[in-house]
Structures are given as C-alpha cells and as structure tokens.
C-alpha cells in the first residue's frame, strides 16, 4: 500500500497547470517526432533538452519522457501508411501494418497500434509503481565501492546493445571516457587534456555533444536519403478495430507488455528489441505463421505493446539505480545531472516527488497519447506532407539555438558542429554513438567512486573484494565481459523473423 500512497503522492505533484502543461506538450511534440520520419526520439530530446534548464525538474523530466513514449506511439503512423518508420521501434510494425492499409485496412491498424501502446505502457507502469520501492531496500547498503561495482556492471552491459563489433563498441567507451575526463580535476584542481584551451577547463558541455551526435549527424545521413512520402490513405476511416481484430490481439497485447517490460530492465535491451522479440514470439505461437506479413493484426499489436512497455521498464534501472540501458535513457541521466539530480539507490527515498511525479505524469501522458493518436490520427498523418528541404533547417537551426542558449558560449557550437561531422562519419563507419554516450555520462560517477573508495581503504583495490555486494557486481561485470566477447557471431535483428 506504501507504492499507492506515494503514487498518488505523485499525482498531487503532476496535477498543477504547469506540470500538466508540459506533459501534454512533451506528448504532442513526441507524436510529432514519432510520426516525421528521419528525427527520432533522441533528437528531439537533445533538442530540446536545453528548455528543461529554465524549468522544475518533475516538469522538465516529465516533459522529456513524454516525448521518449510518444515517440513510440507516433512512429507507427508512418510505418502503417507510408511503410518508413518514423523511429527504429516501429521498424515491425511496418511489416503488417503496412500490408493491413493496402488492404484498406488502415484505421484499424492505426487503432489497435494506439490501444496496444496504451494498454502495454499502463501494464508496465503498474508494475515499475510497485517494483521500484523494492529496490530502495537495498539504499542504505550502497557506498562508494557499490556505486563503483554497479557503475561498472552498467558500463559492461552496453556492450550488449551493441548490434555490429564488440570491438567498434570497446572503442566508442574508450573515447567516451576520454571525453568525460576533459577539464579540471574535481580532487586536485588540475588540467587534464585540455590543451591550454581555457574553454576546455570546465569540461566537454554535454549538450553540445548529444546535439551534435544526434542532431546535426542525422541531418547529415538524412540528406543523402531523401525521398517523396506516399501515403496509402487520404483519409482515415474505421478506427476502431473489430470484435474479431480485439479477439485475435489481445493476448499478443498482453504477451508483448510483458516481453517489453522485460527487456526495458535489461540493460542494452530497450523498445527496439523488445519490438523485435514480440513478433518473433507472436510468429512462434501462432496456429497459421503464415499470415504474418501479409497483414495480420497480431504483428501491430505485440510489438507495438512491447516497445511502450519498453520504456516504461527502462526507468527502473535508470531512477532506482543510475544505470542508462539505452542511449535515451542516457540523455534523460545526463538532464539529471545537469539540474544537480544524482539517480541512484538513494534517489527514491531522497527525492520522492520527483521520482513519484515523474510516474504519476507517466500515467498522464499515457492517457494524452491515446486522445491525441485516436481521434487525430488523420491530422498526423498529414503531417508527412512536410518536405524535407522546409524540415532539415529548421532542425539546425533548432540544434543551433538550443545549444547556445545553454551557456551563452560561442564555443560550444563549435564543439557541436565538430561532434556532428564526427558523428556522421561515423555512422557512415558503422560505429554505434551509444556506448560513447553512456560512458561519458557515467565516467564522471564511476570515477568519483573509486578514488572516495580507494581514500577509505586501508587496504587499496581489496576493499571491492571485502565488501560482498561490490564484489558481486565486479565479478558479474567481468564474466559478462567475458561472456560477450566469446559470442562468435553478434546477434542483429533482421525484418525478416522467419
């Protein structure tokens, strides 16, 4: 009953006019992303992350996560009508959905697509309401060496979401470390790798480099691929799905919240795999596999239930104990740790109305998402009509003015400019920007860790085998290591899961 309490607790943060505005419009503006293809969630949040500064840290957090979830519901407009999908997630939902619209079918996809996302997100944020107070159990037991372990444990588990070379992964963690080490030393006050650039003293400005990374360098790799949009469907008609569509998708709705739920929590899992694994399992237990692809409901349903699960799953590992799964999941540490927030086993008990409001406005924006992606489904849907050549600059120069309103520094739009080159060579290159994300945002933690740790040990680095929970997460991080390094082949999930 405790979680009840504190949940409504919540509530009482989230429903004040400001809070609830925000929420709104992080919802509004996540379908809108969701919906454009060629942005995705983690643009929009690094672009818009720089407005959080000026804002409460419930409503500013809230804000962000709508749009993460949003993202999810939107993305499957586009899959469904124009079969681009609008964000990774809903790469499977294109399969069948697509094929459900040329079979004039499209508002029942679009529908039950929305009734999944807010089925799965409302399942998923019941259980993170009663799950997390479970972990805050464990608070009081951790310290700098814990911290340490738990941070490094994290650090090693992004290796698994590493779809392409363990060893272009190893690589981006190195740089990502190294670029959280820039600027002076919080112990002694020295220089490190700063290169007499006084710009540099204080460090690599975080904003600088999701924006570049995320923003510009999709801009770049988008203006190779640009293509006119064809819609399937003018108008949208029957959007509510039939007595037969609601029998045959809701176990495949109830089955994808818990496959989504599941790889939330998983470091390295995140909506896009559980999207993936959804349909896998809804072909498997099929009576007729044979009608997935050619448009059957239950390929809308599982994964588009699993991928909102998804991200409600993933805030357990952020908000309880620090650790990012994803690179969303990142960025929203890193708007933590710009407004002074310090996610871990101790945030829960240290700040309950934030970690309360954050879920209270969760089950609001859940409630946002349903209203504005069912009776307004045709609207988004014309929203594709928006050319690229209109959209890509004001993108830029979204990316330009949200950068430099962080600091007023001239200098961190170079350091964007310079990250958004880097970052589109090399996605070119194949190499994945979330390992470096992830590690430039918990070096600084890790790092601070294991000096407070070495400064209380009398007995140096045996202190991390002396106490059994840090040495439990140090030898669990080093046999997953070495667990993903003897995987001969990396598994990569294909659009064809036959």
């Given at each position: 009953?405790?979680?009840?309490?504190?949940?409504m607790m919540g509530f009482t943060v989230i429903f004040t006019?400001?809070?609830?505005?925000?929420?709104?419009?992080?919802?509004?503006?996540?379908?809108?992303?969701?919906?454009?293809?060629?942005?995705?969630?983690?643009?929009?949040?690094?672009?818009?992350?720089?407005?959080?500064?000026?804002?409460?840290p419930v409503a500013g957090l809230g804000m962000l996560t709508?749009?993460?979830?949003?993202?999810?519901?939107?993305?499957?407009?586009?899959?469904?009508?124009?079969?681009?999908?609008?964000?990774?997630?809903?790469?499977?939902?294109?399969?069948?959905?697509?094929?459900?619209?040329?079979?004039?079918?499209?508002?029942?996809?679009?529908?039950?697509?929305?009734?999944?996302?807010?089925?799965?997100?409302?399942?998923?944020?019941?259980?993170?309401?009663?799950?997390?107070?479970?972990?805050?159990?464990?608070?009081?037991?951790?310290?700098?060496?814990?911290?340490?372990?738990?941070?490094?444990?994290?650090?090693?588990?992004?290796?698994?979401?590493?779809?392409?070379?363990?060893?272009?992964?190893?690589?981006?963690?190195?740089?990502?470390?190294?670029?959280?080490?820039?600027?002076?030393?919080?112990?002694?006050?020295?220089?490190?790798?700063?290169?007499?650039?006084?710009?540099?003293?204080?460090?690599?400005?975080?904003?600088?480099?999701?924006?570049?990374?995320?923003?510009?360098?999709?801009?770049?790799?988008?203006?190779?691929?640009?293509?006119?949009?064809?819609?399937?469907?003018?108008?949208?008609?029957?959007?509510?799905?039939?007595?037969a569509d609601w029998r045959a998708s809701w176990k495949p709705?109830?089955?994808?919240?818990?496959?989504?739920?599941?790889?939330?929590?998983?470091?390295?899992?995140?909506?896009?795999?559980?999207?993936?694994?959804?349909?896998?399992?809804?072909?498997?237990?099929?009576?007729?596999?044979?009608?997935?692809?050619?448009?059957?409901?239950?390929?809308?349903?599982?994964?588009?239930?699993?991928?909102?699960?998804?991200?409600?799953?993933?805030?357990?590992?952020?908000?309880?104990?620090?650790?990012?799964?994803?690179?969303?999941?990142?960025?929203?540490?890193?708007?933590?740790?710009?407004?002074?927030?310090?996610?871990?086993?101790?945030?829960?008990?240290?700040?309950?109305?934030?970690?309360?409001?954050?879920?209270?406005?969760?089950?609001?924006?859940?409630?946002?998402?349903?209203?504005?992606?069912?009776?307004?489904?045709?609207?988004?849907?014309?929203?594709?009509?928006?050319?690229?050549?209109?959209?890509?600059?004001?993108?830029?120069?979204?990316?330009?003015?949200?950068?430099?309103?962080?600091?007023?520094?001239?200098?961190?739009?170079?350091?964007?400019?310079?990250?958004?080159?880097?970052?589109?060579?090399?996605?070119?290159?194949?190499?994945?920007?979330?390992?470096?994300?992830?590690?430039?945002?918990?070096?600084?933690?890790?790092?601070?860790?294991?000096?407070?740790?070495?400064?209380?040990?009398?007995?140096?680095?045996?202190?991390?085998?002396?106490?059994?929970?840090?040495?439990?997460?140090?030898?669990?991080?080093?046999?997953?290591?070495?667990?993903?390094?003897?995987?001969?082949?990396?598994?990569?999930?294909?659009?064809?899961?036959?």
């Amino acid at each position: 009953m405790d979680a009840f309490h504190n949940l409504m607790m919540g509530f009482t943060v989230i429903f004040t006019p400001q809070n609830l505005w925000f929420c709104f419009l992080g919802s509004v503006v996540g379908t809108l992303v969701g919906v454009l293809p060629g942005i995705g969630p983690l643009a929009a949040l690094a672009l818009l992350l720089p407005v959080t500064f000026q804002l409460a840290p419930v409503a500013g957090l809230g804000m962000l996560t709508a749009i993460f979830y949003g993202a999810m519901y939107g993305g499957s407009t586009t899959s469904i009508l124009v079969n681009i999908p609008g964000e990774a997630a809903s790469v499977v939902t294109a399969i069948d959905g697509h094929e459900m619209a040329k079979q004039g079918r499209a508002g029942a996809a679009l529908g039950m697509a929305a009734m999944a996302s807010f089925v799965a997100g409302t399942l998923a944020l019941i259980a993170v309401t009663f799950f997390s107070p479970v972990l805050t159990a464990f608070a009081l037991r951790f310290g700098p060496p814990e911290n340490f372990g738990l941070m490094l444990f994290g650090l090693v588990c992004t290796l698994y979401m590493i779809s392409g070379s363990k060893i272009k992964g190893v690589l981006m963690l190195a740089v990502g470390f190294l670029a959280a080490t820039v600027g002076l030393d919080v112990v002694n006050g020295r220089d490190r790798f700063t290169l007499g650039n006084i710009n540099l003293a204080g460090g690599i400005e975080i904003l600088s480099v999701v924006i570049g990374l995320y923003g510009v360098a999709e801009i770049l790799v988008n203006c190779e691929t640009i293509t006119k949009n064809h819609m399937l469907a003018e108008r949208i008609r029957g959007l509510w799905p039939t007595l037969a569509d609601w029998r045959a998708s809701w176990k495949p709705m109830i089955r994808g919240s818990f496959v989504g739920f599941f790889f939330g929590l998983v470091p390295g899992g995140g909506p896009v795999t559980a999207s993936f694994m959804s349909y896998a399992l809804e072909r498997r237990v099929a009576k007729d596999p044979s009608r997935f692809g050619k448009g059957a409901i239950e390929g809308v349903a599982g994964p588009e239930a699993a991928n909102n699960a998804a991200v409600s799953g993933s805030m357990i590992p952020l908000m309880s104990l620090g650790i990012p799964g994803n690179a969303v999941t990142a960025l929203l540490l890193g708007a933590l740790v710009i407004q002074g927030i310090q996610p871990g086993p101790m945030f829960i008990t240290q700040r309950p109305d934030l970690f309360w409001g954050v879920m209270a406005s969760m089950y609001v924006g859940n409630v946002f998402l349903l209203l504005l992606n069912l009776p307004l489904a045709g609207l988004w849907a014309q929203c594709l009509r928006i050319p690229y050549r209109v959209l890509f600059p004001m993108i830029l120069l979204l990316s330009i003015v949200g950068t430099y309103s962080a600091n007023k520094n001239v200098f961190d739009l170079w350091v964007m400019l310079g990250f958004g080159v880097a970052g589109y060579v090399l996605r070119k290159l194949q190499y994945d920007f979330s390992p470096f994300l992830i590690a430039f945002v918990l070096a600084p933690i890790l790092e601070q860790s294991l000096r407070q740790s070495l400064v209380m040990s009398p007995d140096g680095v045996l202190i991390f085998m002396q106490r059994p929970l840090a040495a439990g997460l140090v030898v669990a991080s080093v046999i997953l290591a070495v667990l993903v390094f003897r995987q001969r082949k990396p598994i990569q999930p294909q659009g064809d899961m036959s």
